[in-house]
């Protein structure tokens, strides 16, 4: 079954040094990915997805996130944070036999000024 | 473009009441979806629809009733609130079934409180 996962609850960066959010997949034949951002009590913010092509994708924001097939990975970027980037991420993939997202579990950014 | 729209943003109900969530999408999109987010439970899909007329239960269906009477709307009904329903609901909808990879677009949420 389609699933994503999310190794690290907490990153903490200093504004302006790069950013990795990461993210593993576990998908049977070409997946789609996707990156959303979450900031207090707001709702879920589309960044960014990989449907077929360039690894390198670019999104909202910034970001960018680079798919490798080799590695089952889809880590999100961003070459400088910013304090305004401190929010709650989420990887996700949609699973085609019950019609929705499959989320992992978040990983909430905090960067320090 | 309005996008997902959700009503009302925050609702305080008695155990045992019943109330609507709203929500509306102006993309003319054919799925539609709720979800609840809880700590350390994530997002959990509680009903979708495929299109109007089409409704089917997600992971958490339990207390929920939905309609597609429309393609714009999608309101999720809490029959008898209970304090287990204690959560943010958050709309969602894509042009077509999330497998397909379209993008799926979320509401700003609905913060619940039952007591």
């Known amino acids: 079954a389609q699933s994503v996962a999310q190794p690290e609850d907490q990153v903490n960066v200093a504004e302006g040094n790069p950013l990795t959010v990461k993210c593993t997949y576990s998908v049977s034949g070409n997946p789609y990915l996707f990156w959303y951002v979450q900031y207090p009590n707001r709702g879920l913010q589309f960044l960014l997805k990989y449907i077929t092509g360039d690894n390198l994708v670019k999104g909202s924001y910034g970001f960018e996130a680079e798919f490798n097939k080799s590695q089952t990975s889809f880590h999100l970027k961003k070459p400088s944070a910013l304090v305004s980037d401190s929010a709650l991420y989420f990887c996700a993939v949609p699973r085609s036999n019950d019609y929705k997202l499959s989320f992992g579990a978040g990983t909430t950014v905090t960067v320090r000024a | 473009n309005a996008g997902v729209t959700q009503t009302p943003k925050f609702q305080v109900l008695k155990t045992g009441q019943s109330m609507t969530l709203q929500c509306a999408q102006d993309?003319?999109?054919?799925?539609m979806s709720w979800y609840r987010q809880d700590p350390g439970m994530g997002l959990r899909l509680i009903h979708y629809?495929?299109?109007?007329?089409?409704?089917d239960q997600g992971e958490v269906p339990n207390g929920y009733n939905v309609s597609r009477s429309t393609t714009e709307d999608f309101p999720l009904r809490l029959l008898s609130a209970a304090p287990s329903q204690t959560s943010v609901y958050f709309c969602?909808?894509?042009?077509?079934?999330?497998?397909?990879?379209?993008?799926?677009?979320f509401g700003e949420g609905s913060w619940l409180t039952v007591v």
């Open positions: 969602a909808s894509s042009l077509r079934v999330p497998s397909s990879g379209n993008t799926i677009y």
């Open positions: 993309m003319n999109h054919e799925y």
């Open positions: 629809s495929v299109g109007a007329g089409i409704t």
